[in-house]
Nanobody
Framework: QVQLVESGGGLVQAGGSLRLSCAASGRTFSRDAMGWFRQAPGKEREFVAAIMWNGNTYHADFVKGRFTISRDNAKNTVYLQMNSLKPEDAAVYYC???????????????WGQGTQVTVSS
């Protein structure tokens, strides 16, 4: 059974940092793109960042310069380093693996259960 398990969410003050982790099990994702998405209350899920199998990365404009996606294939784990957090970054963050269509669409085959990020002003 394939599982993606996120961790690292929590409560942080505006301007602070968090590092999210997504540990995969049940299959290796070393040859697949991995992504991070988020969903705030009352809003649609949106693309945050993706990392290709070769290490190329893509970040949504609203996180560029603040968030960084990375991966450790030996650990089958993807990370999202989030710096300079803003209240509007508060959301449930989801890890996803193996996109069927574009890396920024929500057409991934595998999804984690999400981790809550809360940013206080």
């Amino acid at each position: 059974q394939v599982q993606l398990v996120e961790s690292g969410g929590g409560l942080v003050q505006a301007g602070g940092s968090l590092r999210l982790s997504c540990a995969a099990s049940g299959r290796t994702f070393s040859r697949d793109a991995m992504g991070w998405f988020r969903q705030a209350p009352g809003k649609e899920r949106e693309f945050v960042a993706a990392i290709m199998w070769n290490g190329n990365t893509y970040h949504a404009d609203f996180v560029k310069g603040r968030f960084t996606i990375s991966r450790d294939n030996a650990k089958n784990t993807v990370y999202l380093q989030m710096n300079s957090l803003k209240p509007e970054d508060a959301a449930v963050y989801y890890c996803a693996g193996r996109p069927v269509r574009g890396y920024d669409s929500d057409s991934y085959d595998y999804w984690g259960q999400g981790t809550q990020v809360t940013v206080s002003s």
